[in-house]
């Protein structure tokens, strides 16, 4: 009987030093409060902190085209898509074929919404 209540005096102390261990060392971490997710945007120009002239004229048409199409979310698919259709109109081809074009590369947008972008890009895109 002595055996069995050093036994468990024994294990009760073993679990109160793990208890005190655990609430000093891991507890602060895990009772803080979560930390807000930060709203600053993540500068991509390098170095200056200004923004080349590229850069400007990517991040305009961007806001524009979400105004014409919100649905359009990928950054790269899309820029890639607006200097290639500025392409087409340096190449020369008609009003037409440009915006048949468009209408392939952004996805989902109907021909008057097409017909928009390629504006929006002809606002930037020299002859």
Known sequence: MLLILLVAVGGLAVLAVVGVLLVNVVGPRLLAPPQPPSLALPQKSQGTGTTTPEEQRKKD?????????????????????ATRTCTDIKQGKSEQEVIEAAQERFTDVDAEQAKKIVAEIRTWCGP
Not at 63 to 79: G, H, M, V
């Open 61 to 81: 048409f961007l806001f524009r085209l979400a105004t014409i199409a919100p649905w359009l979310l990928d950054e790269d698919i899309n820029w890639s898509a």
